[in-house]
């Protein structure tokens, strides 16, 4: 079993659509918990960061923690075309180095 | 926010050649950088971490006489592919952590290698 679990998709949804992106996970020691945004042949950019279980929201962006399921997720409200991207999930618990999923594609059609 | 810039966007060398690829942390000091190779369709994939003053340390299976990485100041490191082959081809990306979020992590733009 691989340290996280990240469905690769492809997703797509009409515009306007609220998209649920999660990521699962089997190290428990993992503390720090976050979502980049990587588009075509660009670097990753961070999007959401989370320390430990719980919700963070920021703009049309929601993160979700539950450390009890060992069970990440993303979701994005009013989905634009320009949210079209591979979205990564990844992990950290102290190490500093990050662990990271595989990613989601997502194409949001207008 | 923290801003991290990579130095060739992309390169296409001869096998055999040394590529060295450059990432600076802009606004801020990073004491340890990141570096990751990402194949098509994959996930990032932790290479090495680099150390400010003192050696990298370097993942199960990357091969440290091949990706030399020197730390060589606070805003600066490099990863140095050596005798490039076909199979070095890939997407190489740096990353820093933040200040004061340490857990944060800020990448470059990523650097594409393709070897001939």
């Known amino acids: 079993q691989k340290e996280v679990e990240q469905d690769p998709g492809p997703l797509s949804v009409p515009e306007g659509a609220i998209v649920s992106l999660n990521c699962t996970y089997s190290n428990s020691a993992f503390q720090y918990f976050m979502w980049y945004r990587q588009y075509s042949r660009k670097g990753p950019e961070l999007l959401m960061y989370?320390?430990?279980?719980g919700n963070k929201e920021d703009g049309r962006f929601t993160a979700q923690v539950d450390k009890s399921s060992k069970y990440i997720s993303l979701f994005i409200r009013d989905s634009q075309p320009s949210d079209s991207a591979t979205y990564l999930c990844?992990?950290?618990?102290?190490?500093?180095?990050?662990?990271f999923g595989k990613g989601t594609k997502l194409t949001v059609n207008p | 926010g923290a801003v991290v810039s990579q130095h060739p966007s992309w390169v296409i060398c001869k096998s055999g050649t040394s590529v060295k690829i450059e990432c600076r942390s802009l606004?801020?000091?990073?004491?340890?950088m990141f570096w990751y190779r990402q194949f098509p369709k994959q996930s990032l994939m932790l290479m090495a971490t680099?150390?400010?003053?003192?050696?990298?340390?370097?993942e199960q299976g990357v091969e440290k006489d091949k990706f030399l990485i020197n730390h060589a100041s606070l805003t600066l490191s490099t990863l140095t592919v050596t005798s490039a082959h076909p199979e070095d081809s890939s997407f190489y990306i740096c990353?820093?952590?933040?200040?004061?979020?340490?857990?944060?992590?800020?990448f470059g733009p990523g650097t594409r290698l393709t070897v001939l």
């Open positions: 989370t320390y430990s279980s």
């Open positions: 606004d801020f000091q990073a004491t340890t």
């Open positions: 990844a992990m950290e618990g102290g190490s500093e180095k990050l662990v």
């Open positions: 680099s150390n400010e003053g003192s050696k990298a340390t370097y």
């Open positions: 990353s820093a952590p933040g200040v004061p979020s340490y857990n944060e992590q800020f």
